[in-house]
């Protein structure tokens, strides 16, 4: 039996990014994108998302440790 405690994707992004509202649309986008670490699962219609998920960026960010082509390629934007 799994311990997490799943919340709806509202409540968390209320609880997440405090004083702002995102439409339930830019939430879904969120999900569908894989833009939460810990992927919300759809749940009757409603997308839940595990209380420890965390905001991902959708664009990687160049890193000192990459391999170089890694960085450049991202530099690039491929």
Known sequence: MSNYH???LSDWAAAVFLGEHYSAA????WAKTRQIDQP?????GRWMVRQDARFMLDE????SVMTPRCYWDIKAGK
């Open 6 to 8: 799943f919340i709806r």
């Open 40 to 44: 919300p699962i759809k749940v009757g």
């Open 60 to 63: 990687p960010t160049p890193t």
């Open 26 to 29: 830019t939430m879904s986008r």
